[in-house]
């Protein structure tokens, strides 16, 4: 029997076979769970409507994290379909491609706007609409983010300020749902070759540097991350919320 059997687990953010949100889909599968995935746009149904037929994914549905209305049906869907559900997770984040070059003073209003509305407040009205549907389920929703909502890393910019209000979120919204029982954290991954961090300039330098200074001396899978994100939706972790946990090969724990 696997760890999440008759789990159901609705899963934001596969863009390709490259996705930690792909990767988080098929461990779900493993360990028995039913997986319905949501996916922005036409640009990406391509990849994900294959992606999650070859796992037997209960729903594919389209769904833009910016409009409350997209965000509604999609659960209204998912009620139809369910029922009710066990686990959720965000996967999404955006940024305009050049505010994540060159210096953080270049920052523009509507750019910060669109990064904090679909990187951090989308975790929230998502939340919001699954709550009734996780009621008494023991439910469990992670956030996938990023060590540069601490730290600074280069071009990372606006995307470490809107990881670190989806942080806060995080806490916040554990204190919010914990007493209907559901739990709610984040896992912080090392950097991984995705679509997502290929529009972060000078990716390949933070990658290098991170194999060469963390414990392991080496940087992570997709899988790694998709371990931890089984653990945190499964009763092993049933005492755990409003935490943000590291797979990162240790990188975050080194000074200098």
Known sequence: MGLLEGKKALIFGVANDKSIAWATA???????????LAYA???VAKR??????????????PCDVRSDEDIATLFAKI???WGGIDILVHSVAFANKDELKGSFLNTT???????MDISAYSLIAMAKEAA?????????IIAMTYYGSTKVFPNYNVMGVAKAALEASVRYLAEAMGPEGTRVNAISAGPLRTLASAGVGGFNQIAGFVAGKAPLRRNISQEEV???????????????TGEVHFVDSGYNIIGM
């Open 41 to 43: 746009n036409e640009a």
């Open 79 to 81: 009620k139809d379909a």
């Open 109 to 115: 209003r509507e750019g910060f706007a669109m990064a």
């Open 226 to 240: 998709a371990g931890a994100a089984v653990y945190l939706a499964s009763p092993l972790s049933s005492g755990v």
């Open 132 to 140: 009734p549907l996780m009621e008494g389920r023991n439910g469990s």
């Open 26 to 36: 098929e461990a779900y599968r493993k360990e028995g769970a039913d997986v319905a």
């Open 48 to 61: 994900v409507i294959p992606l999650g037929e070859s796992i037997g994914a209960s729903l594919i549905l």
